[in-house]
DNA sequence: CAAAAATTTGGGTATACACCAAATTTATTC
DNA sequence: GAATAAATTTGGTGTATACCCAAATTTTTG
């Protein structure tokens, strides 16, 4: 039963539903690059691969790479590589979750999937989580998006807010 | 006869049209908000007028108009005021549609008018022209979005791609 | 025409994003 | 198990955007 209740805390933990806070706009264009390609690649990531991912020098990755463990959404460990926190994972489910879900509406409207995915990578950091959300209430949710299938984190229960105990 | 056919060449410069170069990608979110505010102004507009309507130091607002002036969007007298070029007309009626489609479609999707103008106005400046007329074409170019009236001075043709003599 | 208002210029700050070269650490190979 | 190679980080620079303040300039007004 102990044990049951701890799986059930670690289960919300790990959900975007866990931060109800953020608003989506947090991060800049390049850096939701980087935590979607690290989310992608899975575990442990080195600068490397995300260097030669995005086509940007090592030294650029290095130094983005710290920013975004300095503000919580990855584990950095110097000369090993990188892996998302558990913020990081929440976070970053929200972002596949909004580039998906936008990518969707615009295949609605005439544009190609691989259209629709360019068009969204160049503005999706500048769409918030509450219109994210609404857009995916008023879609019924969808399973499925252009890019693979849509995980729906928090998206079902809009109006639970789960915190963690503090 | 020759006064008509003036005329007319007159309405090709003065519309979207008349461009068909251009990606909607050219300036920056905050040079669209510069644009967007003259056109909606009209005539002649002063430095003043812009940096309390956009709520600006009059020194950056100064700044700004001449970045927009030597990309040939406006013209600027100096200690006098701008006024949008041809260019910057065409452009700017472009910049308008965009933001009335994209919050049109916004509010298809569980946004308020206001959410959907203010979500807009965060990421417009990202979103292509190319899309613009895609989604425009698949709405059935309506003629009234949530701001106003929707100027279709290019959507309605996107085949047509009239050239300025050179 | 002198004072007030508007505008511009010069200088400074901050963020984002990129590169190169040099230093450091880790991995490999002999 | 060192020497070399590869990966990573650090330090220094550069560009673009966007903002502010203070001082100089121009226009307007009383």
Avoid: W
């Avoid at 030669?52 to 130094?63: E, F, M, N, R, Y």
């Avoid at 998302?84 to 596949?96: D, M, S, V």
């Amino acid at each position: 039963m102990a044990n049951n209740k701890y799986r059930f805390f670690i289960f919300l933990y790990m959900n975007e539903q866990s931060y109800p806070e953020f608003t989506g706009l947090e991060l800049s264009p390049r850096k939701v690059d980087y935590l979607k390609f690290i989310l992608e690649k899975g575990g442990t990531v080195r600068t490397t691969e995300i260097s030669s991912g995005l086509q940007v020098d090592p030294s650029t990755t290095s130094k983005t790479l710290n920013e975004l463990a300095n503000a919580g959404y990855l584990n950095h460990v110097p000369y090993r590589g990188v892996d998302l926190t558990e913020l990081g994972k929440a976070y970053t489910q929200f972002l596949i979750r909004r580039h998906r879900i936008l990518s969707l509406l615009l295949t609605h409207y005439g544009l190609s999937s691989e259209e629709a995915c360019d068009e969204v990578s160049r503005f999706e950091a500048f769409v918030s989580r509450d219109a994210v959300d609404k857009i995916c209430s008023s879609m019924g949710h969808p399973m499925f998006g252009v890019c693979g299938e849509i995980s729906h984190g928090k998206c079902l229960h809009e109006e639970t807010h789960h915190r963690l105990p503090e």
